[in-house]
Every structure is written in C-alpha cells, then in structure tokens.
C-alpha cells in the first residue's frame, strides 16, 4: 500500500485590522466598591453617593461592552480550541512548504 500524502489546505483568512483597545476595568471597579463602601448619613449625600455609582456602573458596562464587541470581531473566534490548534498546524506546514520551495528556487540557475 502506497502511503498517500495529504496537503494542507490552503485557508483563505480575511486580513481584517482591528484597532487594540485600552480596558481600563480595575480603576473603575475600584471606584465603585468605594462609594458602596461610603455610607453617609445624611440623605442628600446618599442619594448623590448612589447616583455617582450608578454613572460609574454604567461606564463599567460600556467599558466590558466595547471589550466584547472588539472580541467578537477577531477571526476564528467561533472556532473551538481544537479546530483552532489544527488550523494552525495546517497553516505551519503550509509555512514550511513555501519556505523549502523559497529555498529550493533560490538555488536553481536558470
């Protein structure tokens, strides 16, 4: 029995930039644990207190919001661990093929 060779296939991954985003999550976290901390007495004061919480839980959802959103768009997301192991698998060989083929090329005179 002839062992039969399988190539790689050639995936055709869509080159989309995506521009990093800067999470600041643990100042705000931080802010908000503060203010449940603080507990005035006066009522005017609470309810000022619980409204600058509110607003800082607000920005914390928008903040993991847009974290989520930047997520979602990166390619092969929706792959499992495996299928993305055996993605990248494929696109080394693919790599090493074209790297022998550079070399075997730049040897050749013609």
Request: glycine residues 0%; charged residues 35%.
């Amino acid at each position: 029995m002839d062992a039969v060779e399988t190539k790689p296939q050639i995936c055709n991954i869509p080159e989309t930039k995506i521009q990093p985003v800067e999470i600041e999550i643990l100042p705000v976290v931080y802010d908000i644990i503060r203010s449940v901390e603080k507990d005035p007495i006066d009522n005017t004061a609470k309810q000022k207190e619980s409204a600058e919480c509110s607003h800082k839980v607000t920005e914390l959802q928008k903040t993991l919001e847009a974290a989520r959103s930047t997520i979602r768009k990166l390619h092969g997301i929706e792959y499992s661990k495996e299928e993305q192991l055996r993605r990248l698998e494929s696109l080394r060989k693919q790599l090493a093929l074209k790297q022998q083929l550079i070399k075997k090329y730049k040897n050749v005179q013609f």
